[in-house]
């Protein structure tokens, strides 16, 4: 209860309200007293080079004629980061957003979930990454998004050679021009992401692959 009210107050006055979470039950419920208004682009710009925690959807309270006015769902099969792409062309669609750092969202980590596991319907998080670069790209509200796809496909060969999963790995160089996308990444505000796409253009899918699966 105390989380959809605190939304309910924060979103007064704002196109959305938005508050934190937590991957520490004990943090549950913390009322930081940290609020920011910010102008919806900057909030986007923020959240795609990885310069804040991305959001959750549950952290978030929406308006309904927002929704209506701009024809906005979730996308029909798309089945991983379907939740980014709703709430970031809601974003583009607004102008305000008002955050809060109050906890009001355990987010339990299990890494034996299907999220953790990889497969093909999995790929449906790189194809929704790719809606919303041409989304954004559209109405000029981050022209520079190459990265935005590059960093999902970037993510999954990461991960795919960490799990040993062959399989997927190979499945992801069948359908992306991962070399392409790793070049992308040079560009990327986060210097670890950088990292990773150097080491894998000076090592090469085989190789990179066998040095990710024995860490």
Known sequence: MDSSATLYKLVQGYDVAV?????DLNCLGSKGSEEDFLESNAYIKQIIGEQILRPQIVCMLYKTQIIKD??????????????????????????????CNYIGYYYRENEQSAVHKFNEKSLTFIEADRRISKYLQERNIYPSVNYI??????????KCARQKNKDMYDLVHEKYDVR???????RFPRKARVIIAYLYLLSGKKLFYKIMSLL
């Not at 508050?19 to 991957?23: K, N």
């Not at 796809?149 to 990461?158: D, E, I, K, N, R």
């Not at 392409?180 to 040079?186: I, P, V």
Request: positive net charge; hydrophobic residues 35%.
């Open 180 to 186: 392409n996308e790793m070049k992308n990444m040079l």
């Open 19 to 23: 508050t934190s979470y937590t991957r």
């Open 70 to 99: 701009n024809n906005l769902s979730f996308t029909l099969g798309c089945v991983r980061n379907e939740d980014a792409e709703f709430f970031i062309k809601y974003l583009a669609n607004i102008t305000k957003v008002h955050t």
């Open 149 to 158: 796809m590059s960093s999902s496909v970037q993510y999954f060969v990461y």
